[in-house]
């Protein structure tokens, strides 16, 4: 082989490793914006998830209260009923026993 052809060969070489070369940065550049591009759609991501984390605490917050308040009302009412049912249980129960000594204090005045 002559010079010629080895520098001919050599160029050649040069030129296919450059292309390859240049194929492999552009190919780096294109993964680099690809990550770049994953990692704010992550970002995006994990707001917007912080966000809806931080919304449905609030109205949890909010419903857990609510419970409460109609857990302590209904408590109150239920109360209150027991209360009312008590006093007319012991109304009843004296009317009762009244209508009782009234009725043997009717046999006794019928006896003599």
Known sequence: M??????ENLEGDVHVESKQLTELMEQKNELLSTVSTLKKELQDWRSKLDTQVKTYHMELGDLRKTLNTEVDSLRNEFLELKTALKQQLELT???????????????QHQDN
Do not use: M, P
């Open 2 to 7: 002559s010079q010629r052809q080895n520098d």
């Open 93 to 107: 129960a004296s009317l009762a026993s009244q209508e009782v000594s009234d009725a043997e204090q009717r046999l």
